[in-house]
């Protein structure tokens, strides 16, 4: 993968942020695996010191606020409110499963560009939640886009890879290196899974090493562009990669977790 610059900013298609690790659905093989976190969610002033330093040196096309669940954040128009004054991107878009933003003040709907809206077989969002969201949507000048999800691909191999050509062979084939692009306190990385599996699967797996920092690049690094330029480009796996089937595991029907399920398993 090869990038371009413009007025010395990395052009990519996309960059998001987790504003809160957990969520009122339990999606078995969630990406971030926001079912086996702790509740957590973003500092707006960190978020936006953390946005700054990278719009010195980023262009994305979009910034996606995800989570977790971004409409659990106890003040998301303080988060909205960072993300443009960073300058980040033109473009300030959500993520969301809906249970939530129906609801939401007018202040979230006013300083969002887009939206996109997971309804899930396995908990569908009732149609007039549908409807509610789309004539705010409609009303704020929001773009929405509504995603039916009814299968999951799983991410989380049952045991880590052992072989070094699985690995490549799971990094060539993964789309979230292009896709998923992540600013998480005071890193940015490739993907979204490095700062969580080691969270989640650490305990079960003494070896792995600390994925949060050996994959991601600090965002007070010197020569900041050139870094981020060769960590975008280079064609090796991330540690990450050993504990992951990115786009490579089997398809299943969406399911979610029994809520007395805790921890990884």
């Not at 939530?100 to 969002?125: C, H, I, K, N, W």
Request: net charge neutral.
């Amino acid at each position: 993968m090869r990038y371009e610059l413009h007025d010395g900013r990395i052009l990519t298609w996309s960059l998001e942020a987790h504003v809160t690790t957990h969520c009122n659905l339990r999606c078995v093989q969630c990406c971030p695996l926001s079912p086996h976190l702790p509740t957590w969610a973003v500092s707006p002033a960190a978020l936006g010191e953390d946005l700054r330093k990278l719009a010195r040196v980023l262009r994305p096309s979009v910034f996606k606020l995800t989570g977790g669940e971004p409409f659990l954040h106890p003040d998301l128009p303080a988060v909205l409110d960072a993300v443009r004054a960073s300058g980040i991107s033109e473009q300030v878009s959500v993520t969301t499963n809906g249970f939530l933003a129906q609801s939401a003040p007018d202040a979230v709907y006013e300083r969002l560009d887009r939206m996109t809206l997971s309804v899930y077989s396995s908990a569908p969002l009732p149609e007039r939640s549908i409807t509610r969201i789309t004539e705010r949507c409609e009303q704020h000048g929001v773009h929405l886009t509504v995603k039916s999800i009814d299968a999951f691909q799983q991410l989380t191999p049952d045991a880590p890879h052992t072989s070094d050509s699985a690995v490549r062979s799971i990094h060539e084939r993964c789309w979230l290196k292009v896709r998923c692009h992540l600013v998480h306190a005071g890193r940015f990385y490739t993907c979204t899974r490095p700062p969580h599996v080691a969270t989640v699967l650490g305990p079960t797996y003494p070896e792995m090493p600390a994925l949060a920092d050996v994959d991601g690049v600090p965002l007070d690094a010197p020569d900041l562009l050139e870094r981020m330029l060769g960590y975008l480009e280079k064609d090796t796996p991330l540690a990450t990669c050993r504990y992951c089937l990115g786009a490579s595991g089997d398809w299943q029907p969406h399911a979610q977790l029994p809520r007395g399920v805790r921890g990884w398993g």
